[in-house]
T-cell receptor, first 115, second 113 residues
Framework: AQSVSQHNHHVILSEAASLELGCNYS??????LFWYVQYPGQHLQLLLK??????LVKGIKGFEAEFIKSKFSFNLRKPSVQWSDTAEYFC?????????????FGKGTMLLVSP | DAGVTQSPTHLIKTRGQQVTLRCSPK?????VSWYQQALGQGPQFIFQ???????QRGNFPDRFSGHQFPNYSSELNVNALLLGDSALYLC????????????FGSGTRLTVV
């Protein structure tokens, strides 16, 4: 079975600091990769996704992620965080060989940005 | 607005009871998936419904069952509730099985006492 590891459970940053959240997955076959964000009291929202092509993916709100196949990684980055980025971030993977579009999520990283 | 509507938003039940959670998918979506998010964990896949049939199931016991109606809405039923079933239950809808364009609802917070 697949697994997704997110390295940091809690991250605290000051505004304007750079962000990088780590994500590694266990499956070696063809995968689709996702980052979701959950703002306090809100539903999960898609930040960005990787299916194929350019391994550097740009998402909403200035976020980007880089797929490194050799490292089974899909790290999320943002050059300069804002207070409004305070949220929980989830990495997820879909095993394309499963035949179904179900997602395996990591445990999440809680990001707190102080003003 | 999430586009996916779940009800109720909060629920408290006693061990051994049964519960039914409801989900209305985003307009135009025909596939519904259910996830369980325990405190401090990421969402875990329970099962997925398409064309009123369960298409895939995660590692959850038979106490968890579901249904999809002709209008694509769905129910999640849990029998013989355990304390460990306390979690946020998320519904996600999409159009066609492999679209990967999931829209999540805000969830139902179930507390079992």
């Amino acid at each position: 079975a697949q697994s997704v590891s997110q390295h940091n459970h809690h991250v605290i940053l000051s505004e304007a600091a750079s962000l990088e959240l780590g994500c590694n997955y266990s499956y070696g076959g063809t995968v689709n990769l996702f980052w979701y964000v959950q703002y306090p009291g809100q539903h999960l929202q898609l930040l960005l996704k990787y299916f194929s092509g350019d391994p550097l993916v740009k998402g909403i709100k200035g976020f980007e992620a880089e797929f490194i196949k050799s490292k089974f990684s899909f790290n999320l980055r943002k050059p300069s965080v804002q207070w409004s980025d305070t949220a929980e971030y989830f990495c997820a993977v879909n095993d394309m060989n499963s035949g179904y579009s179900t997602l395996t999520f990591g445990k999440g990283t809680m990001l707190l940005v102080s003003p | 607005d999430a586009g996916v509507t779940q009800s109720p938003t909060h629920l408290i039940k006693t061990r051994g009871q049964q519960v039914t959670l409801r989900c209305s998918p985003k307009s135009g979506h025909d596939t519904v998936s259910w996830y369980q998010q325990a405190l401090g964990q990421g969402p875990q896949f329970i099962f997925q419904y398409y064309e009123e049939e369960e298409r895939q199931r995660g590692n959850f016991p038979d106490r968890f069952s579901g249904h999809q109606f002709p209008n694509y809405s769905s129910e999640l039923n849990v029998n013989a509730l355990l304390l460990g079933d306390s979690a946020l239950y998320l519904c996600a809808s999409s159009f066609l099985d492999r679209d990967h364009g999931y829209t999540f609802g805000s969830g139902t917070r179930l507390t079992v006492v």
